[in-house]
T-cell receptor
Framework: EDKVVQSPLSLVVHEGDTVTLNCSYE??????LLWYKQEKKAPTFLFML??SGIEKKSGRLSSILDKKELSSILNITATQTGDSAIYLC?????????????WGLGTSLGVNP | GAVVSQHPSRVICKSGTSVKIECRSL??????MFWYRQFPKQSLMLMAT?????????EQGVEKDKFLINHASLTLSTLTVTSAHPEDSSFYIC????????????FGPGTRLLVL
């Protein structure tokens, strides 16, 4: 059965700290891995990763995929209170025209001032 | 680009009534739209996938007669919760994907449904 596992489930840090969130997957016919940030409303898109070893960066956030290890990490440097959110990882397998994503449970990040 | 809207953002209704939620892709044509439900402190649960002009594909355990999905155009999908009950109270989120598989899905802001 396809699955996505995120760790840790919950994390609290102080402003300025650097955090690393993990996502591992077991999926038949991997196509892409996506990271989303969810605050009080619906998820907002962060990154889509398809190739191993190529870092994607947006400001203080970066992410990289390791297809050998079937995992991805999301790094946030110099954290701010506004980074407090649930970070969701999802994998899209190749499945013809079926676009169903397989979701992890998310990592709840709290950043204290 | 890639903006998805949902309407209404919040709805309160009496048990037994039906509620319609609209999902629109504002600046792109969405070949596929998805409907999710999320309970507090839980991850997203896919309810159904809808492709424009064809019947929605429902996930196991989701009643198609209760959750009616219509994908009338490339920019609009609707979810109707029929004969709503308190246990249907949840956060309903749609997402839309443009183009072929492999394109990112973009989420609407969600609709909070409270059934009294």
């Amino acid at each position: 059965e396809d699955k996505v596992v995120q760790s840790p489930l919950s994390l609290v840090v102080h402003e300025g700290d650097t955090v690393t969130l993990n996502c591992s997957y077991e999926v038949t016919n991997f196509r892409s891995l996506l990271w989303y940030k969810q605050e009080k409303k619906a998820p907002t898109f962060l990154f889509m990763l398809t190739s191993s070893g190529i870092e994607k960066k947006s400001g203080r956030l970066s992410s990289i995929l390791d297809k050998k290890e079937l995992s991805s990490i999301l790094n946030i440097t110099a954290t701010q209170t506004g980074d407090s959110a649930i970070y969701l990882c999802a994998v899209e397998p190749y499945a013809g025209n079926n676009r169903k994503l397989i979701w992890g449970l998310g990592t709840s990040l709290g950043v204290n001032p | 680009g890639a903006v998805v809207s949902q309407h209404p953002s919040r709805v309160i209704c009496k048990s037994g009534t039906s509620v319609k939620i609209e999902c629109r892709s504002l600046d792109f044509q969405a070949t596929t739209m998805f409907w999710y439900r999320q309970f507090p402190k839980q991850s997203l649960m896919l309810m159904a996938t809808s492709n424009e002009g064809s019947k929605a594909t429902y996930e196991q355990g989701v009643e198609k007669d209760k959750f009616l999905i219509n994908h009338a155009s490339l920019t609009l999908s609707t979810l109707t919760v029929t004969s709503a009950h308190p246990e249907d109270s949840s956060f309903y989120i749609c997402s839309a994907a443009r183009g072929p598989p492999g394109e990112t899905q973009y989420f609407g802001p969600g609709t909070r449904l409270l059934v009294l």
